[in-house]
Nanobody, 114 residues
Framework: QVQLVESGGGLVQPGGSLRLSCAASGIILKSNSVGWFRQTPGKERELVAVITSAGITNYAASMKDRFTIFRDNAKNTVSLQMNSLKPEDTAVYYC????????WGQGTQVTVSS
């Protein structure tokens, strides 16, 4: 059974940084595509960043220069380093993995506000 558990969300001021982490069980993250999505009320879930099994990364255009996705293969985790956060980055962030289907974490709230 695949489980993804996010951590690291919270409240941060504009311009600040936050790191999200996703711990996985039942799946080897380095062998699959994994990533982060986010969602705000009334909107569809959107891609933030993904990393493939080959280590290729892809980012949403508005986040490419501010966010970094990386894996810790020893810990079987995927993390998202978010810098220069803006109020519009406020959302619930979801960890995602694909292996013959989509798997999602429960989400973690990120609020960017002064």
């Amino acid at each position: 059974q695949v489980q993804l558990v996010e951590s690291g969300g919270g409240l941060v001021q504009p311009g600040g940084s936050l790191r999200l982490s996703c711990a996985a069980s039942g799946i080897i993250l380095k062998s699959n595509s994994v990533g982060w999505f986010r969602q705000t009320p009334g909107k569809e879930r959107e891609l933030v960043a993904v990393i493939t099994s080959a280590g290729i990364t892809n980012y949403a255009a508005s986040m490419k220069d501010r966010f970094t996705i990386f894996r810790d293969n020893a810990k079987n985790t995927v993390s998202l380093q978010m810098n220069s956060l803006k109020p519009e980055d406020t959302a619930v962030y979801y960890c995602w993995a694909y292996r013959l289907g989509n798997y999602w974490g429960q989400g973690t709230q990120v609020t960017v506000s002064s």
